[in-house]
Antibody, heavy 123, light 107 residues
Framework: EVQLAEFGGGLVQPGGSLRLSCAAS????????MSWVRQAPGKGLEWVSSISSNGGSTSYADSVKGRFTISRDISENTVYLQMHSLRAEDTAVYYC????????????????WGQGTLVTVSS | DIQMTQSPSSLSASVGDRVTITCRASQSISNYLIWYQQKPGKAPKLLIFGASSLQSGVSSRFSGSGSGTDFTLTISSLQPEDFATYYC?????????FGGGTKVEIK
């Protein structure tokens, strides 16, 4: 069974850093692209970042570019989101997701989501 | 960036009703349109991708249509477990963008 489990959320002060982890099981990261999507309290969904199946390509939302870094460890089958210079507006539940497929309309379609981890940026 | 606009933002309906939610893209996205369902406190669930392809395991009372800029999600006969918030997402272009959501409530 394909599963994703996020870890690492918590309370951090403005300007601080945090690293989120996403442990994947039931598939290997080398077989599909992965993403982080966030949801501020009571708000809608916002795509944050993606990493390609070979790890060679990454992309970011403008709101996090230069502050967040997505990476992965194939040996651990884990995806990471390193977050720096955190702001109050980064407060959200962060979901780890995987793409349904590698091409066509299944590409960039999120078919599996973790349970989410809450990041709260506050003094 | 491609803006995704959903309507209505909320609706009230009864069990057995036919429900239609629309999603409009600010530019053509061909059929790169996805629908998700989210219940309170839970992660979103994939319903439809490619505008009209039903994800494996999803009830056939859900259907999607449209191409270009205008898309529709239809629930043919609303069931108690369908009361939730529905989001559309375009997968045509980075940055990936979502609609604001449509909350389906019990009348």
């Amino acid at each position: 069974e394909v599963q994703l489990a996020e870890f690492g959320g918590g309370l951090v002060q403005p300007g601080g850093s945090l690293r989120l982890s996403c442990a994947a099981s039931g598939f290997t990261l080398s077989s599909c692209a992965m993403s982080w999507v966030r949801q501020a309290p009571g708000k809608g969904l916002e795509w944050v970042s993606s990493i390609s199946s070979n790890g060679g390509s990454t992309s970011y939302a403008d709101s996090v570019k230069g502050r967040f870094t997505i990476s992965r460890d194939i040996s651990e089958n884990t995806v990471y989101l390193q977050m720096h210079s955190l702001r109050a507006e980064d407060t959200a539940v962060y979901y780890c997701t995987k793409y349904l497929g590698a091409s066509g309309t299944s590409f960039r379609t999120f078919d599996c989501w973790g349970q989410g981890t809450l990041v709260t940026v506050s003094s | 960036d491609i803006q995704m606009t959903q309507s209505p933002s909320s609706l009230s309906a009864s069990v057995g009703d036919r429900v239609t939610i629309t999603c409009r893209a600010s530019q053509s996205i061909s059929n790169y349109l996805i629908w998700y369902q989210q219940k309170p406190g839970k992660a979103p669930k994939l319903l439809i991708f490619g505008a009209s392809s039903l994800q494996s395991g999803v009830s056939s009372r859900f259907s999607g249509s449209g191409s270009g800029t205008d898309f529709t999600l239809t629930i043919s006969s609303l069931q108690p477990e369908d009361f939730a918030t529905y989001y559309c997402q375009q997968s045509d272009t980075i940055p990936l963008t979502f609609g604001g959501g449509t909350k389906v409530e019990i009348k």
